[in-house]
């Protein structure tokens, strides 16, 4: 381990669900420095322009709403101008090295609080002497607590509730413990964060798990250069192993996309999860164009090297590209 620490950059500000993802990795590692990054763009190019940064960490899906489609179009934007190089050489070999590389995986369980900026001495009851609530959060927890919004202002008819968007949800306390200070006695600013952002502001949780559907996961990538040779102490784990690969197809060729997953069974591995982002190699590029994203399991004991597997893969598809094989975590398999 560096003397120096480690320097870990996340989707920002300090407080947010992917600020807890950041904690999880790397609690257990002294002297860590985590850096707010105030969009996933920059998150991707502090990373391989800072040699001082060590490893990002990004969102990369939700267990209900699907692809955090910024962070799979990164990746995709990383691929595909080496691609047209590529197109452009006589090399034969079509794997293309990507400069940054997936080293772990994080998993963060969405539960909403809501939270006040003043103590409250019958919590959820006191709102009852207060004439206006307004609540602030991220503009995407809205349809994810709208049953318990709803079950308030029905317990509370002589109460106005206004919603007001905010950047990010650890922003949104940030705003509500500001706005109390200057305003009348009859308003009460609430936010909707994580119980780390309530305790970030030193804010009071009022409610907590008010998510309408309990269960609501983040998954998060570790990224981190792929020259830095300490990215192999995340990889000693006796939980499967995963690889995502990224490849595009003979678009004209019948089965072409078969014809790689085929590979897949053919080598008996087990594909985990498929996606696909559309891409243009230029501005004359068709349209409808796919880069397919696939992950699968290796077993701890393998190989990490498959040069049959990898030979099987390049014969099939147009180009591709190994982002990383790395430990899948225990919090994966969590309910």
Partial sequence: MNERGLKVLFLGPEGTYSHQ??????????????????????????????????????????????????????????????????????????????????????????????????????GIESLGKFQEVIIYSHPQVWGQVDGYLKSLEEKFPQLTFTRTDCSSTSA????????????????????????TA??????????????????????????????????????????????????????DDPGSLVDVLNVLKIHSLNMCSISSRPFHLNEDDRNWRYLFFIEYYTDKNAPEDNETFYKDISEKSKQWCL????????????K
């Fill in 21 to 122: 993802a950041a904690l999880q990795q790397f609690q257990c590692m002294p002297n860590v420095e985590y850096l707010p990054a105030t969009s996933i763009p920059q998150c991707f190019d502090k990373l391989e322009k800072d040699a001082s940064i060590n490893y990002s960490v990004v969102p990369l899906e939700n267990s209900t709403n699907g692809q955090v489609v910024f962070s799979y179009d990164l990746l995709r934007d990383r691929m595909m101008p080496k691609a047209l190089s590529f197109t452009a050489s006589t090399e034969t070999n079509n794997r293309i090295q990507a400069d940054i590389e997936v080293v772990a995986e994080q998993y963060v369980s969405i539960t909403h609080c809501l939270i006040s900026p003043i103590k409250l001495s019958n």
């Fill in 172 to 195: 949104s306390v940030n705003q509500c413990l500001q706005s109390q200070t200057a305003c009348p006695d009859s308003i009460l600013h609430l936010a909707i964060a994580s119980e």
């Fill in 198 to 251: 309530a305790r970030l502001y030193k804010a009071h949780i009022i409610g907590h798990s008010i998510n309408d559907k309990l269960g609501n996961t983040t998954r998060f990538l570790v990224l981190a250069r792929r020259e830095d040779m300490r990215n192999n102490m995340f990889k000693h784990s006796e939980l499967p192993q995963v690889n995502l690969l990224t490849f595009t197809i003979r678009q």
């Fill in 323 to 334: 982002w990383g094989t790395f430990s899948r975590n225990k919090m994966y398999y969590h």
